[in-house]
Nanobody, 122 residues
Framework: VQLQASGGGLVQAGGSLRLSCAVS????????MGWFRQAPGKERDFVAG????????HYADSVKGRFTISRDNAKNTVYLQMNSLKLEDTAVYYC????????????????WGPGTQVTVSS
């Protein structure tokens, strides 16, 4: 399973970005998908996740109300819409996939993409 994230870039505080993650797997629909982020010198943290059957979602407290995760099973793609971006959202964002339950820890996801940089400036 290969994952490729895109859509990162430089944005001013208060702005928006939409990340995409394309998955090269015909059984994409049965995978839970997650977005994580890692700032320099920090651990990789959970941002948002979406289930495969009921499309249930879960968000880190720091992004609730600002970020929205969604998926399009017909396109094998998961999205992360990021609004009202803050300086502290600056990080490399990773998408991840797993055939298990929707988890919030990196070790719960078997497949990872290479990440895309998001930089929020003042």
């Amino acid at each position: 399973v290969q994952l490729q994230a895109s859509g990162g870039g430089l944005v001013q505080a208060g702005g928006s970005l939409r990340l995409s993650c394309a998955v090269s797997e015909s059984t994409f629909s049965i995978y839970v998908m997650g977005w994580f982020r890692q700032a320099p010198g920090k651990e990789r943290d959970f941002v948002a996740g979406i289930g495969w059957s009921d499309y249930s979602t879960h968000y880190a407290d720091s992004v609730k109300g600002r970020f929205t995760i969604s998926r399009d099973n017909a396109k094998n793609t998961v999205y992360l819409q990021m609004n009202s971006l803050k300086l502290e959202d600056t990080a490399v964002y990773y998408c991840a996939a797993d055939a298990g339950r929707l988890g919030i820890y990196p070790w719960e996801y078997k497949y990872w993409g290479p990440g895309t940089q998001v930089t929020v400036s003042s």
